[in-house]
């Protein structure tokens, strides 16, 4: 099965994915596939914060920040993936280098990455980000992200069998409320 | 009416187009810089005729009423504006609520409302 979790930030995705994916997993073959390179202090103790909030689950970890259809090979078939975030993954693949140019091609990419990759594996539980409702006009930068990660968004929902959405702690769906 | 609100880049006008028949000659995109032109059978971007609205003067849920004629034959879609920071400028304070008092009377007058999100549809009402 797979399915698509997106919302706010702090609305309760993350610990609903991790319950699905819990769920859905064979014993051994629950995976955190984490996506997030960490850059500075901030991230290091965020990702100390995750792995603690994860210990005692049963997930293994696979770090893997970009490049996801390169991992197809050593991708675990029977294996259940939560992969949070699709948010920072098309990140680290659409600012890559220092240079401060956008890869433009990252979201097609991504999405075809993330295709790739839901093929191999049996289960996988993808959790983003909706950056897509405030009152903003944003640079040229941020908005090719924001229709970027549209872009990616859509394609999983096209792919996905469950898709939902988390309001303050409460889940909507707009695809397979019947199969969760 | 029929009116279609969600996120940007969510599949809106994709879904006014596969589901009420237009085309592009039908769809008049608002842009914040510039009067509208309501007579077009589908109206986009209304959230930036709202911004228009605020910089002019003018109330945009009264507006478009007394601007447009058939109301009850338009599909209007607008980017849903409201759940991020309260926003610093004023200007754009004035708007995300302007662009609020629009939505909650197109929402009255229209037949259905519908959330798009990733693509996939919602009713609302």
């Keep these: 099965m797979k399915v698509l979790i997106s919302g706010g930030a702090k609305n309760g995705k993350s610990m609903f994915a991790q319950e699905i994916a819990k769920k859905l997993s064979k014993e051994g073959h629950l995976w955190y596939l984490a996506t997030m390179e960490p850059h500075d202090d901030e991230d290091d103790a965020r990702v100390l914060r995750h792995r603690k909030e994860r210990a005692g689950w049963g997930f293994n970890t696979a770090e893997w920040g970009r490049n996801i259809a390169s991992h197809c090979g050593e991708t675990d078939c029977k294996g259940t993936y939560l992969v949070d975030s699709v948010t920072a993954l098309l990140s680290n693949e659409m600012f890559c280098g220092m240079s401060g140019d956008i890869n433009r091609e990252a979201p097609f990419k991504v999405a075809d990455d993330l295709s790739a990759f839901s093929d191999v594996a049996e289960n996988v539980v993808f959790v983003s980000d909706n950056i897509f409702c405030d009152a903003a006009f944003y640079d040229e930068w941020t908005d090719s992200y924001r229709e970027g990660l549209a872009y990616v968004d859509r394609k999983l929902a096209e792919i996905c069998d469950v898709v939902a959405e988390f309001s303050c702690g409460q889940i909507n769906f707009y695809k397979g409320a019947e199969l969760i | ?125």
């Excluded at chain 2, 029929?2 to 006008?13: D, M, N, R, V, Y």
């Excluded at chain 2, 009420?20 to 000659?25: C, T």
């Excluded at chain 2, 980017?79 to 304070?93: A, H, L, M, Q, Y």
């Design chain 2, 1 to 125: 009416m029929e009116l279609i609100i969600g996120g940007a880049f969510q599949g809106k006008t994709e879904f006014a187009k596969e589901n009420f028949g237009i085309e592009d000659d039908d769809i008049f995109v608002c842009k914040k810089d510039e009067a509208p032109d309501f007579s077009k059978k589908c109206i986009a971007h209304i959230e930036r005729f709202s911004f228009w609205c605020v910089e002019h003067g003018y109330e945009p849920s009264e507006y478009f009423f007394e601007h447009t004629e058939n109301t009850d034959e338009k599909i209007i879609i607008s980017d849903d504006i409201s759940c991020g920071v309260v926003p610093v400028n004023k200007t754009e304070r004035a708007w995300r609520e302007a662009n609020g008092r629009l939505l909650i009377k197109l929402s009255k007058e229209s037949e259905h409302v519908t959330r798009i999100f990733c693509g996939l549809s919602q009713r609302l009402k």
